[in-house]
């Protein structure tokens, strides 16, 4: 088996693996709850729901928590450092687009000369087996930029369900070498299983086509047209609550606290956001990004120009998230309409 | 795991200097740094309290300490001012690019300081004597609002004696004050400097880099060799916490130090423009 290799599992064969895998590594997968699907690590392969549009929260808070102890001082014994988490780990069935986030995260975070070493570790300790979307949810914009709907970046193993099983695309040694594990439950894909998935990709893509045109080159300079009235407008309407960042599979900044706690010295670090009044205030007071227009739209220079022109890929997946959870409707497809 | 590049080192406090009224110069030892270039940063931990970046103010060539001008502010500057000799305080760096100090050899440098903003500069007076040969005229020009603001007072005379032209101005005076009254622009014109090939250094508040860098050119010095030191909020100091994230720059690895180009390319508020 090659990287790209095409193979094919059946429905039973799946059972099978989830089985062994839930028994040999740590599987976090989607599962429902209280009418939601969200990433949760599972101990039975039973709890996982493969039928569902998107899970309510990416699968970030996995190898970005929440919150997180980055270090502590011992004051008679000098620093000690928090382990990373290093059990291996598959995230199973997480869709392209966010798939696609973890290679953008893997971008930035990973960059040397100081790599995040809690990310780090995470991310190698991990497997992603994507799983192509069987239906595009309401506000999905994947098809912008090429993050899905059926196949993303940042997969070791991208999985597309097809009659009587899954198609497995082998994206990365890493998945080859999973994969490989397993060999017995493979087989090789035919050309009916083939024609399906082409036929599965065309349709998707075809049904997302009349929502947003594809991005081109003139994203890149969003930054020129800060000065237009619709930005003015639409950051009137943000509230600044943050919900959007935090929901996005892509957004990474963070803030530190320290405390002492039984004689130890801590340090936390926890998700943070652009959209705060606070993210860019000093001391003294001096803040070079006071107005509420301006954090607007650092929020999406930073994802629709600043990345992509580092990292020639897109700080946004389309997963739509923030658009459906904005308490005020602010929507980024307006801007991609606008100027993509 | 790598190295957690979140996790200061352990240094001891061992001299507390009154700078000025609302500043103290800590000198922290061992200097767990190593070499570092003028104009360079550390973020400094009180232990339990916070984090903040701070200019390192010391000479690269002081292998055994680092200096830190710290003025009171927030809660981490507070309780620097409440620490004592032989505290101990959590340092990591060296970050961000400094200044422009491969480029000096042979020439004129200007350096521009308004009130703090003197600390990053003091790391380079020092480079640049610890190596005097090898420069042309040095320069310095230096404002704060009164005579007491003024840093690093006690050490201005070895300066001039090593061959610094010092330039000293206040926005007001006070008993005793001679020297110039008003703002650092008003003396910018004082050096005779070889003004299109010197490079100029600069750090003070937003508001005076802005007045520097336009008075600099209309002197005739080149846009080219002009540098000035921002400032911003940080949490960690390598490119990762998004906080010093302006129009694609990070200040923590693109600069602390700009060259005026790239400060024109920068977004409203950063940028001094």
Redesign the interface.
Known sequence: MRLGSMLFISEDGFKLLLEELVSSKKVIAPVEADGFFDFKAIKHAGEASLDYTNTRLPPKRFFIPQREV??K?Y?ET??R????I?VETVLLAVRPCDASALSILDN??L?PP?????Y??RRRSTTVLSLSCAKPGEECFCNVFQTGPVRGSGEDVTLTRITGGFLAELRSERGRLLVNGFRSLFEKAVSEHLEEYGELSRRLTGEMEGRIKTVGEQLVKL?EKLGDEYFQQAAQRCLECSLCSFVCPVC?????????EKNT???A?GW?T?ASPF??????G?????SRV?RFC?RF??KL??IP??FNAYGCVGCGRCVSLCPTGVDIREVLKRWG | MGLNPYAPKPARIVRVKDEAPDTKTVTLSPNHLGGFTPGQFAMLTVYGVGEAPFSICSSPFDKDSLQFSIRRMGSVTRMVHEARVGDEVGVRGPYGRGWPVESMSGRDILMVGGGIGLAPLRSLVLHLLGERDKYGEIAVCYGARTPSLLMYRDEFDEWAGRGVKLYLTVDVGEEGWDGSVGVVTTILGKPLLNKAEAIVCTCGPPVMIRFVLKRLVELGYSKENIYASLESRMRCGIGKCGHCHFGGKHVCLDGPVFQYGEMASLPRGISPF
């Open positions: 980055v270090f001082h004051p000098g620093v450092q928090e382990p990373g290093s930035i975070l960059k100081h790599p995040d070493p809690f780090e570790s930054e990474y900044c963070f803030d530190t606290e320290d405390y002492l010295y801590v340090r670090k943070d652009c993210f860019t205030r000093m001391a003294s001096l803040d070079p990004r006071t301006d650092h220079c930073h120009s600043r022109l580092a």
